[in-house]
């Protein structure tokens, strides 16, 4: 039997804008071009989950956790993420413009070809991450922990501390 928490089918493909998902358990869970602009994810379990394509714009993500989830093309613009746990994430494509990650893990993350335009990234670990290709125009990286991190071509055009020797 499908899951439906608060109204909100939880499949591939589903139309949840603006729904309730705080602190639900979507681990392993399948929402390739979910709809979920807007939504409340404060402290919902992701780890693992396929969020390909998914749209995300807007959405409460605070102190999220996901872990290992797959989100290639997703977007998460103006989406707040601040404490969300984002280790071994794949992030090839997403859409992070003007999203707040301060205080969020990223530890070796891939976001390859990822737009970061206008994000704060503050206090935010960065550690092994790999940024390739990644837009961070605007961007505000101040007190992030960059150790081993990878920004191979990125454009740093306007971003804030970030690093000068790539």
């Known amino acids: 039997m499908p899951t439906v928490i608060n109204g909100c089918g939880i499949w591939p493909h589903a139309r ?3 729904a309730d998902l705080r602190h639900a358990n979507l681990a392993g869970k399948n929402l390739a071009g979910a709809d979920l602009r807007g939504a409340q994810l404060a402290r919902a379990d992701l780890r693992g989950a396929n969020l390909a394509g998914a ?12 872990n290992k989830v797959s989100a290639p093309t ?3 613009r ?6 969300a746990d984002l280790e071994f994430a794949r992030l090839f494509r997403t859409d992070f413009s003007n999203a707040d990650l301060s205080g ?13 335009i206008g994000a704060r990234l503050v206090d935010t670990n960065l550690q092994e991450s790999k940024f390739y290709t990644v837009n961070f125009q605007g961007a505000d990286l101040s007190g992030s922990y ?5 920004f191979q071509d990125a454009d740093f055009t306007g971003c804030r501390a970030c690093p000068t020797d790539w």
């Not at 749209?55 to 996901?66: C, E, I, K, V, W």
């Not at 103006?78 to 404490?83: M, Q, Y």
Request: net charge positive.
């Open 78 to 83: 103006g989406a707040r993420l601040v404490g």
């Open 146 to 150: 960059r150790r081993y991190t990878v």
């Open 104 to 116: 969020a893990n990223l530890e070796a993350a891939k976001a390859n070809f990822a737009w970061f």
């Open 16 to 18: 949840c804008a603006g």
């Open 74 to 76: 997703a977007t998460f």
């Open 55 to 66: 749209n995300l714009d807007g959405a409460d993500l605070t102190a999220a956790r996901l």
